[in-house]
Each structure stands twice: as C-alpha cells, then as structure tokens.
C-alpha cells in the first residue's frame, strides 16, 4: 500500500531528454519507503531498480522501475535501440510497442521488423510478461473524461486502454468532435475522414488484429526465438504458407513440438489504444517533421497506417503516425 501506483515510463529520443527533460520529464527518485530502515529498503530493492539513462557520457533522467507495476512504452523500437542495458531489467514487466513496427508485410516490408528481431535476439525483452501493442496511438492533451472513462489515472500522461474496453466508444467521441470541428465544411469532412464514427473505427482495428495483425506478430517473435535448429527436422518447422514482404517468409508449422514450446513461453499478447498528452517534440527544424536519415526518410507508418485504414483521419499529423517519422 505505500509503494507508488503503477506508472507508464516512456522511452524518449536522446536529443528530446537532452532538450527538454528539465521541464517535460522530471527524474522519479526511489520510493520514500526506502529510507525508512533497513527492512523496507531491502523490500523495496527487492520489488524495483533504478533505472539512470546516459547520452555522452551525460546523465539525463533517472526512473524507479517497478515490473510488476510498471510499462514501458516504446513508441518508436529505433528510439529503444539506442538505450542499452535492458537485459537484466525486462523479467516480468509490460511493455507497449507499436504493432506495425514488429510484424513484416506486404505494406511496410522488413525494415522495422528487423530492428525489432535484433532487439529480441539480443536479449531485450527476455522474460518480459506481456507485451501491449498499440494499434491506434492517439495524442490528446485537451479532452478531459469523467472519473470512470478516464484513461490516464492521476496525473498520468500515457493512458493505456485495451482495444475490447467497453469504454472505448464513450472516450473516443470528443475525440472525433474534435477532429470533424477542424474541417472547413461537410464535403471537406466527408472527403478526408476516415471513419465517420468511433464503433466503425474499432471494428476496424478489430478486423485487422483478428484478420493478421496478431498471427503477423507471433509469427515474428517465433522466428526470432529460433536457434538453429537441427538440419534433420528444420524442415517440418515450417508450413507452405507464405506471408510477409512479396511473399517471402513461410508460416511455421504450430504443430511441431519446438514450435509448441516457444508458443508456451510467449509473452501475453493484448491489443491496445494508446492515449498521449505527452509534450510532442518540437524539431530544431521547423519547415518540416523530424525524420530518421534512413534512405527514404522515413519510418513508414504514416503510410502503412493509412492503407490499413489505422487512422482517425488520412491528414491528420497525430493520428496514428509515428512522432519520429
């Protein structure tokens, strides 16, 4: 009862810590319980670790992490690959990611996913207990719902809400008055939204986790589990099934029994709508977003997002586009 309630930690970039972190992202000491005697101190170690970010050498932030309690949300698997020294921390915690940055389609192909099999290989999310996957992330600092739709809890600035909450409609209708009060007039409307309402909106995202969103991610973490297997049975692993970028990944055979095993140790798979009334970064340069110097300048999801209809509207620069694309 007298450790703090669970928290959201959200991995910023470097250069927004280095920018902002004074006014925007205040360091969270270890829990007063600690310094109460001994015993309490050696509980509280015992539940939680402090978690100290560097850049250059520089400290930045500090976080007390609790795995039981605590997410951590990842909005961008490029940012969480620049942070090291996550393999002793992930046993037993949550951790949020954005869908379309773990599976390989036919929309985004493989550069995101590979960044997130590295990440797997290397031990990151070893142990890790469930992970949430963001099929919608909403920024939204000015809606304010009742007590019992509220999706950030107190003082919170990541609300984390399963995609089959019942409370889902009610809490995403000022959402869509919003963004249908910024169009000039109904044809302008009508032309440019997406979904007319949110119970279209979720069966939407419905029908893209049940139809391969969820069996695109198993897929990858599976094959990302693998460890060179014996060449005798390598074959029976898989199935003549094809998917991924041009049809190049086949399906693995679920009823092998390696195959049985990994499935047994996966983590909790649950969709999810991320609310975020986080400070967005403003870029150093202003006549445009901020972009990764990768060869097409961009991550991909505004894209992937639109043609998989994962938006609250095609122009809207919130909506479902990654921050740091």
């Known amino acids: 009862m007298t450790v703090p309630q669970g928290k959201v930690i959200y991995l910023h970039s470097q250069s927004d810590y280095l920018k902002d972190y004074l006014f925007h992202y205040p360091s969270i000491g270890i829990p007063e319980l600690s310094l109460v005697c001994s015993e309490s101190k050696r509980i509280v170690s015992k539940w939680g670790m402090g978690l100290l970010f560097y850049a250059y050498d520089q400290p930045l932030h500090c976080e007390w992490f609790d795995p039981r309690r605590d997410s951590i949300y990842i909005p961008s698997i490029h940012v969480f690959k620049l942070w090291h020294g996550w393999k002793r921390c992930m046993g037993g915690a949550t951790v949020i990611l954005n869908v379309l940055e773990t599976v390989e389609d036919q929309y985004c192909g493989h550069g995101p996913s590979k960044t997130f099999t590295r990440s797997i290989q290397s031990g990151y999310f070893k142990d890790v207990r469930a992970i949430d996957l963001a099929m919608l992330t909403i920024k939204c600092e000015a809606v304010h719902w009742d007590e019992e739709h509220d999706a950030y809890g107190e003082e919170g600035r990541v609300g984390v809400v399963g995609l089959d ?161």
């Not at 009610?170 to 440019?192: A, C, H, V």
């Not at 609310?275 to 202003?286: A, G, H, K, N, Q």
């Open 165 to 325: 909450d019942k409370r889902l409609p009610t809490m995403l209708r000022p959402i869509f008055n919003d963004i249908r009060g910024s169009y000039k007039d109904r044809m302008d409307l009508l032309r440019n939204m997406a979904h007319r309402r949110p119970s279209c909106l979720l069966k939407q995202l419905h029908d893209q986790w049940d139809g391969d969103l969820k069996f695109l991610f198993e897929e990858q973490w599976l094959i990302s589990q693998l460890r060179a297997p014996d060449a005798k049975y390598f074959g029976q692993l898989f199935t003549g099934v094809t998917f991924g970028y041009k049809g190049r990944r086949r399906a693995l055979n679920r009823e092998h029994h390696v195959i049985r095993r990994l499935i047994a140790e996966m983590p909790e798979i649950r969709p999810v709508i991320v609310f975020d009334r986080t400070p967005t970064p403003v870029p150093d340069d202003t006549t445009g977003p901020r972009r990764w110097s990768n060869r097409d300048g961009r991550d991909g999801l505004e894209v992937v997002s639109n043609r998989r209809g994962m938006v609250l509207a095609y122009d809207l620069y919130e909506g479902r586009r990654s921050q740091y694309s």
